[in-house]
DNA sequence: CAGTATCCAGCTTGATACTG
DNA sequence: CAGTATCAAGCTGGATACTG
């Protein structure tokens, strides 16, 4: 599955392609708590419901909570299951191309770490 | 230099640390340019003039790169050279910091293409 | 060449109140 | 419990014109 990419193509067209598909991916993850929201996700290894969320994302209300939660499902990175009871209740879980995500999230946790100690230390 | 981060981490308190760190990491790459910008200077193995990076970064006006480069720099993702010629030089190259994006860029570059062939053939 | 300055439309976030 | 609705402030991106 590996795509074979590296930073010594020098077809341009190719870069720009690059270009232009992280591009794409970083506004899929963008918005205050996305991250947030998928890293918890990572975290719990497996569905987690709506007020679960609200407790684990710390400082997010409920219309952004729930505004986030579409966008990611809409992208295809959370799966929203609805269970017909009294009182309601919705687990999200990661899609499968929210799996995928897993190691572009841990090299952006590795570098912020990194960045953190850099702005301390150093 | 590996953090030893993982998801299976039981600390709750541990995984709303990597969650900021990766948001914070994310806002600093937050910005309509900012990955191509990045994207290009890791295809180019050195530094980059404005007038090479505004042939580059299809469909960035003025204003908007250099508000980003300003950004990149402050946030000690990119360097800026001046060099007093005239007419005037600017280069711009990545920081080690910078340079240490590479494994998230490519994660990330990954996972744009499968989400993008899965967009299509799935 | 590599910027700065101005102005503006539209999107994002958030506080607050209400609902099946 | 898990949402929806409304309103407003502030930020983001972009077009355009000017400058050392």
Same mark, same amino acid.
């Given at each position: ?5 590296? $930073? ?7 870069? +720009?392609? $690059? ?13 205050? @708590? +996305? ?34 939660? +579409? ?30 995500? =897993? ?7 590795? @570098? ?5 100690? =850099?702005?301390?230390?150093?």
């Amino acid at each position: 599955m590996r795509t074979e990419q590296d $930073w010594n193509c020098q077809d341009p067209e190719q870069r +720009k392609v $690059w270009a232009a598909a992280t591009s794409e991916a970083l506004r899929v993850l963008e918005g205050k @708590w +996305k991250t947030v929201i998928i890293c918890q996700l990572f975290a719990a290894h497996g569905p987690l419901r709506f007020s679960e969320l609200e407790r684990r994302v710390d400082g997010v209300n409920q219309k952004m909570l729930i505004q986030q939660l +579409k966008q990611l499902e809409k992208d295809g990175i959370i799966m929203r299951t609805v269970y017909p009871e009294v009182p309601p209740r919705v687990e999200y879980s990661l899609s499968s191309l929210g799996v995928a995500l =897993g190691p572009a999230m841990e090299a952006l946790i590795d @570098w912020a770490l990194l960045r953190r100690a =850099g702005m301390n230390g150093d």
